[in-house]
C-alpha cells in the first residue's frame, strides 16, 4: 500500500509538473508574437466615413511612380502639399514605383532612402490635415509574368506594413494600380486576398483600397472577388471616357495623334453618356455594400481647355452627387492643374474641381 501511495504521489508530481512547463511554453509563445513592444494600430474607423473624408483628391503623378523620382520631370516639393491643402482639396494620392527600388531575392528589401522619401510624402500630407494614399504603381513586370513576381509583391508589401504600421488611420493602401494584361481576373483575386493577409498581420484596421482587373475599368467590377468578412475595404475605379477625347494626341497611346481636335462641350448626350457610365458602378456599390473612390480621371493638355474645363466640372459635380470620392489625374504635368515652370495655378481646371 505504501509502494502505490509513493507511485501515486510521483505521478502527480510528473502531471503538475508538465502542465507548468506547457503553461510557460504557451507564455513563451505569446511572447514571441510580441515582435515590437511599441507596435499601437490605429483604431478601427468607419469605412465610409473614411471615403467621405477622401473627398476631392489629387494625385502627385510622375514623380514617385517614375522609374526614379525626376526623370519625368516632376520632383516632389513641400510647396506642393502646401498649395493643394490651401486650395481645398481633401485628399493626396501618391503612386509610388516600389518595384525599381526593391532587391529582386528574398527578402526583396526596399531601398532605405526611397523608403525615406515615400515617408516624407505621407508625412507633408498628413500635417496638413488632408488623407494620404500610397500604392503600388506601375509594376510592370506582375502584369506579364505574375507568378514569377507574386512572392516579390507580397514581399515589399510586407514591407511596407510593417513600416507604417503605427501611421494613424488616415493613411490609406492601396495594393496595385491597374491590374491588368496576365494579371488576369482569376489571379488578381488569388493574390489580393493574400497580399491583404500579408497586410492584415500588422495593419488589423489599415483602410485598405482595391481596385478591379482590366486596368480598375468600371467593367471589370463584375469580376472582383472581395473577402467578405472584411469591411475595411474601398473600392476603386478609373475614369477616362471618352478615350479618344482624354488621350488624344498622348504620346504613349498609338494612333492618338488621329483624335487631336476632339471637343467635349456638355451636350446632353454626353452628359447622359457619363451619368450611363457610372450607373453600374452606384448599383454596384449598393449591391455590395462598399464604398467607391474614383482614383483617377483627366483629360490630356492636348485637349482645348474649354472642353477639359467642361468635362471635368460636370464629372466631379456628378461624382459628388452619387457619393464617391474622387482624385484627378494629375497635380503639375501632362494632365496637370499646375504650372511647376511659371508657378501658378491653371485656374479654369481649378476651379473646375474646386469651385
Given at each position: 500500500?505504501?509502494?502505490?501511495?509513493?507511485v501515486?504521489?510521483?505521478?502527480?508530481?510528473?502531471?503538475?509538473?508538465?502542465?507548468?512547463?506547457l503553461?510557460?511554453?504557451?507564455?513563451k509563445?505569446?511572447?514571441?508574437?510580441?515582435?515590437?513592444?511599441?507596435?499601437n494600430?490605429?483604431?478601427?474607423a468607419?469605412?465610409y466615413?473614411?471615403?467621405?473624408r477622401?473627398?476631392?483628391?489629387?494625385n502627385?503623378?510622375?514623380?514617385?511612380?517614375?522609374?526614379?523620382?525626376g526623370?519625368?520631370?516632376?520632383?516632389?516639393q513641400e510647396?506642393?502639399?502646401?498649395?493643394?491643402?490651401?486650395?481645398?482639396?481633401?485628399?493626396?494620392?501618391?503612386?509610388?514605383?516600389?518595384s525599381?527600388?526593391?532587391?529582386?531575392?528574398?527578402?526583396?528589401m526596399?531601398d532605405?532612402p526611397?523608403l525615406?522619401?515615400?515617408k516624407?510624402?505621407v508625412?507633408q500630407?498628413?500635417?496638413?490635415?488632408m488623407?494620404?494614399v500610397?500604392?503600388m504603381?506601375h509594376y510592370?513586370?506582375?502584369?506579364?509574368?505574375p507568378?514569377?513576381?507574386?512572392?516579390?509583391?507580397l514581399g515589399i508589401?510586407?514591407?511596407i506594413?510593417d513600416t507604417?504600421?503605427?501611421y494613424?488611420?488616415?493613411?490609406?493602401f492601396?495594393?496595385?494600380?491597374e491590374?491588368?494584361?496576365?494579371?488576369?481576373d482569376?489571379?488578381w483575386?488569388?493574390y489580393?486576398?493574400?497580399?491583404i493577409d500579408?497586410?492584415?498581420e500588422?495593419?488589423?484596421?489599415?483602410?485598405?483600397?482595391?481596385?478591379?482587373?482590366?486596368w480598375?475599368?468600371?467593367?471589370?467590377?463584375?469580376?472582383?472577388?472581395l473577402?467578405?468578412d472584411?469591411r475595411?475595404?474601398?473600392?476603386?475605379?478609373?475614369?477616362?471616357?471618352?478615350?479618344?477625347?482624354?488621350?488624344?494626341?498622348?504620346?504613349?497611346?498609338?494612333?492618338?495623334?488621329?483624335?487631336?481636335g476632339?471637343?467635349?462641350?456638355g451636350?446632353q448626350?454626353?452628359?447622359?453618356?457619363m451619368i450611363?457610365d457610372?450607373?453600374?458602378?452606384?448599383?454596384w456599390s449598393?449591391?455590395n455594400?462598399r464604398?467607391?473612390?474614383?482614383?483617377?480621371f483627366?483629360a490630356?493638355?492636348?485637349?482645348?481647355?474649354?472642353?477639359?474645363?467642361a468635362?471635368t466640372?460636370f464629372?466631379?459635380?456628378?461624382?459628388?452627387?452619387?457619393?464617391?470620392?474622387?482624385?484627378?489625374?494629375e497635380?503639375?504635368?501632362?494632365f496637370?492643374?499646375y504650372d511647376?515652370s511659371?508657378?501658378?495655378w491653371n485656374?479654369?481646371?481649378?476651379?473646375?474641381?474646386?469651385?
Amino acid at each position: 500500500m505504501r509502494l502505490a501511495k509513493i507511485v501515486r504521489i510521483a505521478i502527480s508530481i510528473m502531471v503538475l509538473t508538465g502542465t507548468l512547463i506547457l503553461l510557460s511554453t504557451c507564455d513563451k509563445k505569446d511572447d514571441d508574437k510580441i515582435i515590437d513592444p511599441d507596435f499601437n494600430p490605429p483604431e478601427a474607423a468607419d469605412v465610409y466615413e473614411i471615403n467621405s473624408r477622401l473627398g476631392r483628391g489629387v494625385n502627385l503623378g510622375n514623380a514617385l511612380e517614375a522609374p526614379n523620382e525626376g526623370e519625368w520631370g516632376v520632383t516632389l516639393q513641400e510647396e506642393y502639399f502646401e498649395l493643394i491643402e490651401q486650395e481645398g482639396f481633401n485628399s493626396i494620392r501618391i503612386p509610388i514605383r516600389w518595384s525599381t527600388h526593391a532587391a529582386n531575392n528574398q527578402p526583396h528589401m526596399i531601398d532605405p532612402p526611397f523608403l525615406e522619401r515615400v515617408k516624407w510624402a505621407v508625412d507633408q500630407t498628413l500635417s496638413r490635415d488632408m488623407l494620404a494614399v500610397i500604392n503600388m504603381h506601375h509594376y510592370e513586370e506582375m502584369m506579364t509574368e505574375p507568378y514569377v513576381h507574386k512572392e516579390r509583391f507580397l514581399g515589399i508589401w510586407k514591407q511596407i506594413a510593417d513600416t507604417f504600421k503605427n501611421y494613424p488611420i488616415e493613411l490609406l493602401f492601396e495594393i496595385l494600380n491597374e491590374p491588368t494584361n496576365a494579371l488576369v481576373d482569376t489571379l488578381w483575386n488569388s493574390y489580393l486576398q493574400e497580399a491583404i493577409d500579408v497586410i492584415r498581420e500588422t495593419n488589423p484596421t489599415r483602410i485598405l483600397i482595391i481596385g478591379p482587373p482590366d486596368w480598375n475599368s468600371i467593367g471589370g467590377l463584375s469580376k472582383l472577388k472581395l473577402p467578405e468578412d472584411d469591411r475595411d475595404i474601398i473600392v476603386t475605379v478609373h475614369y477616362y471616357n471618352p478615350f479618344q477625347f482624354t488621350h488624344q494626341g498622348a504620346e504613349w497611346v498609338n494612333g492618338s495623334d488621329a483624335w487631336l481636335g476632339t471637343r467635349w462641350t456638355g451636350t446632353q448626350s454626353q452628359k447622359q453618356a457619363m451619368i450611363n457610365d457610372f450607373a453600374p458602378v452606384l448599383n454596384w456599390s449598393l449591391a455590395n455594400n462598399r464604398p467607391i473612390f474614383v482614383g483617377e480621371f483627366g483629360a490630356y493638355s492636348k485637349a482645348d481647355l474649354n472642353s477639359r474645363v467642361a468635362w471635368t466640372t460636370f464629372l466631379a459635380r456628378h461624382l459628388e452627387s452619387i457619393g464617391l470620392s474622387w482624385a484627378y489625374w494629375e497635380f503639375c504635368s501632362g494632365f496637370g492643374i499646375y504650372d511647376s515652370s511659371k508657378n501658378q495655378w491653371n485656374a479654369p481646371l481649378l476651379r473646375a474641381l474646386i469651385p
